[in-house]
C-alpha cells in the first residue's frame, strides 16, 4: 500500500469520524471551561481559543505508533485548560492562534487535573482563522461569517471579545514591552557582595544571613571527639580536641588520622555512618548539595572543624568543612597528608601515640584515596604488608607534603605570632555560633603596604 493510499484512508476515516459527529449532533451542552469541573465524565462542546499545540509521538516497540496531540485552549471564563487529542486527523488540524469548536469531547480528570479528551465521536471545527484577521476584523464581521447556531455565536463573541482584551493587555504590559516572555521558574538569586566587617564584634551582631568579609588571626583548630560511646570520651584527654596541642605530643598525635576520614570532596559530608558526629548538620546527606549531579565524591576529606579566630573585639567559631580546609593548609589535599600517614605508621608503628581515636574499632578508621570516586577500603593490616613489599624509599615527594602540613599547621597555631588572615565566611543566621554560624568560604594572605 502507498504512502497516499494510507493518506486518503486516513482523510476517509476522519470525514467518515466528522460525518458521524454531525450525524449523531451534539452529545452534551456547550459549556463555559470554568465549569468543566461539573461534567467531569459527561460530553461536552467548547469553542475555544488555541494557545499551542504539542504532538506527542510514541513508537511500539511491536511496530507502530501511539499519537497524541495535546493542545492548551482558553475562554473568557478560563484562561488555560488542556485538551488531548487521540486521533491524527483531529489533532493535524488543530493550530495555535485559532479559535476552535470542539465537538462531543469527554471531561476527564486525573488526580486534581481536569481536562477533555477527543473520543471516537469528537471532532474539531474552525471558526476562525488565521489569528491575525481575528485582532485586525471587528467583532461582528467576524461572527456574521460563523455558521453555526445562536449558542455557539453568542460564545464565539465572547471568546472574541476576549482574545483581543488579552491581545492588548500584552502589547501594553511590561512583559511583551520589554521582550521578557513570562517565566515559570525562580531566577538564581545575584550574588551579593560581602558585607565588610571591621571587626568581629560586627560580624557578631549581624543578624541576616549573608557573605561577610574581615581579618582576623587564627586561635585554634577545635576537633570534636566523634567517640561511639560517652564512657569513651569520658576516658579520653580533653586536650586532645585542641589540635595545637596535639601537635606536640610525639610524632604528631594521631592527628591526621584524626582530621582526617573518608567522605565527600565537595561538600565535605564524612561517611560516618555509625558514629554520633557532633556537627548534627554534616550528617550524610542522600544528595550532594555541591555537586552538579548530585553525587557525592568520595575521598580522603578533612572531617569539619572549628576555626577559632580572633581580633581585639571579639572571637569567633567558623566551621571549616574539607575545601575551606585545603585552602587553609596551603592548597594541600586530605589524600596526600593521608597516604604519607598510611605509609609512616605502617614503617614504624611504635611512634604512632595512641589517641582517643584509636580505642575505637581500628578499622572504623580508613581513609584511602580513591581513584575516580570509587569508595575503596583497605584494612590496616593489608596496608602495612603492602609497604613493605614496596620498602622504605617510595614517594619521599609525598612525605614532605605531609612534613610541610605539620610544620604549617605548626605556624599557624602560635597565638599571636602572625598577621591577621582575610576571611570570607557565608552567615547562617538560623544558627548559633558552635553549630556553624560562621561558615568559612575562603582565607587569603593579606599583602600590607610597607612605607
Ligand atoms: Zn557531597
Known amino acids: 500500500m502507498c504512502f497516499f493510499s494510507i493518506l486518503k484512508l486516513a482523510d476517509c476515516a476522519a470525514k467518515r469520524e466528522k460525518k458521524m459527529a454531525s450525524a449523531i449532533g451534539w452529545y452534551g451542552p456547550l459549556i463555559d471551561l470554568s465549569k468543566a469541573a461539573l461534567h467531569v465524565g459527561d460530553y461536552v462542546q467548547l469553542v475555544v481559543y488555541v494557545h499551542r499545540t504539542t504532538p506527542l509521538q510514541y513508537k511500539l516497540a511491536k511496530g507502530g505508533e501511539v499519537i497524541r496531540t495535546d493542545i492548551q485552549v482558553g475562554d473568557e471564563t478560563r484562561p488555560f ?39 471516537q465521536y469528537s471532532s474539531l471545527k474552525c471558526l476562525l482563522h488565521p489569528y491575525e484577521s481575528i485582532l485586525t476584523k471587528g467583532v461582528n464581521d467576524l461572527i456574521e461569517e460563523c455558521r453555526d447556531g445562536v449558542a455557539t455565536k453568542e460564545k464565539l463573541k465572547r471568546v472574541v471579545e476576549w482574545v483581543k482584551k488579552r491581545n492588548t493587555q500584552e502589547l501594553h504590559g511590561c512583559q511583551l514591552q520589554e521582550g521578557k516572555l513570562l517565566r515559570n521558574w525562580k531566577p538564581p538569586e545575584e550574588r551579593k557582595q560581602p558585607e565588610d566587617c571591621f571587626s568581629l ?102 572531617k569539619p572543624f572549628m576555626l577559632y579566630v580572633w581580633d581585639e573585639s571579639d572571637y569567633a567559631p567558623l566551621l571549616v568543612r574539607n575545601k575551606a580546609a585545603e585552602l587553609l593548609f596551603g592548597n594541600i589535599k586530605a589524600e596526600r597528608v593521608c597516604s604519607w600517614w598510611e605509609k609512616q605508621t605502617g614503617q614504624d608503628d611504635s611512634k604512632d601515640v595512641p589517641t582517643h581515636s584509636s580505642l ?14 570509587v569508595l575503596v577500603s583497605c584494612s590496616a593490616d593489608g596496608d602495612k604488608k603492602s609497604l613493605e ?63
Open 360 to 373: 575505637n574499632a581500628e578499622a572504623a578508621w580508613q581513609p584511602k584515596a580513591a581513584e575516580g570516586g
Open 389 to 451: 613489599s614496596k620498602g622504605t624509599h617510595c614517594f619521599p615527594e609525598t612525605m614532605h607534603f605531609y612534613s610541610i602540613w605539620l610544620i604549617l599547621l605548626k605556624t599557624m597555631l602560635e597565638k599571636g605570632k602572625n598577621s591577621p588572615l582575610k576571611f570570607e565566611v557565608d552567615v547562617n543566621a538560623g544558627l548559633d555560633k558552635e553549630n556553624g554560624r560562621f561558615e568559612m568560604v575562603s582565607v587569603q594572605l593579606p599583602c600590607f603596604e610597607t612605607k
Open 81 to 119: 485548560f488542556s485538551v488531548s487529542i487521540w486521533q491524527k486527523p483531529i489533532g493535524s488540524m488543530a493550530v495555535a492562534g485559532d479559535v476552535v469548536l470542539l465537538q462531543n469531547v469527554k471531561i476527564t480528570k486525573y488526580g486534581d487535573v481536569v481536562e477533555a479528551r477527543t473520543h
Open 201 to 302: 564584634l560586627q560580624l557578631s551582631s549581624l543578624t541576616t544571613s549573608c557573605k561577610a568579609l574581615f581579618y582576623a588571626s587564627v586561635a585554634e583548630i577545635f576537633l570534636p571527639f566523634n567517640s561511639t560511646s560517652h564512657v569513651q570520651c569520658e576516658s579520653l584527654d580533653k586536650e586532645d580536641m585542641f589540635v595545637s596541642r596535639r601537635l606536640y605530643k610525639a610524632g604528631d598525635g594521631g592527628l591526621a588520622r584524626d582530621l582526617i576520614c573518608t567522605g565527600c570532596q565537595l561538600c565535605g559530608s564524612p561517611l560516618e555512618l555509625d558514629s554520633e558526629n557532633m556537627f548534627k548538620q554534616n550528617a550524610v546527606a542522600l544528595y550532594c548539595s555541591e555537586s552538579s549531579n548530585h553525587l557525592h565524591v568520595i575521598s580522603s576529606i578533612y
